[in-house]
Nanobody, 119 residues
Framework: QVHLVESGGGLVQAGDSLRLSCTAT????TGWFRQAPGKEREFVAA????????FYADSVKGRFTISRDNTKYTVYLQMNSLKSEDTAIYYC????????????????WGQGTQVTVSS
């Protein structure tokens, strides 16, 4: 079993930055989804265990960066130039297959961390 715990969410103003962290046990691909109230869960970013094959949603490309430090069992999502549209609960997820993860079929999910961006 893979255990995931997210942290780093908070309340910020538009244009600010946040870095989310996800402790992720297991040799898995890891990524982030987000969900705003009344909306479907949306893919944000994903990275292979080897730190290759990174993918980003068009809405965050150029602003967000996913990375990982396997010595610390941690995956990061650096979020810059935050917009009000980024407000959502962000979920870390993991799977042996990065392809399954990117389509929302990851086997393991964290509890979520709230990101709120005010304008």
């Amino acid at each position: 079993q893979v255990h995931l715990v997210e942290s780093g969410g908070g309340l910020v103003q538009a244009g600010d930055s946040l870095r989310l962290s996800c402790t992720a046990t297991g040799r898995t691909a890891t990524g982030w989804f987000r969900q705003a109230p009344g909306k479907e869960r949306e893919f944000v970013a994903a990275v292979a265990y080897s730190d290759s094959d990174k993918f980003y949603a068009d809405s965050v490309k150029g602003r967000f960066t996913i990375s990982r430090d396997n010595t610390k069992y941690t995956v990061y999502l650096q979020m810059n130039s935050l917009k009000s549209e980024d407000t959502a609960i962000y979920y870390c997820c993991a799977d042996l297959s990065e392809d399954r993860l990117r389509i929302g079929k990851a086997a393991y999910w964290g509890q979520g961390t709230q990101v709120t961006v005010s304008s």
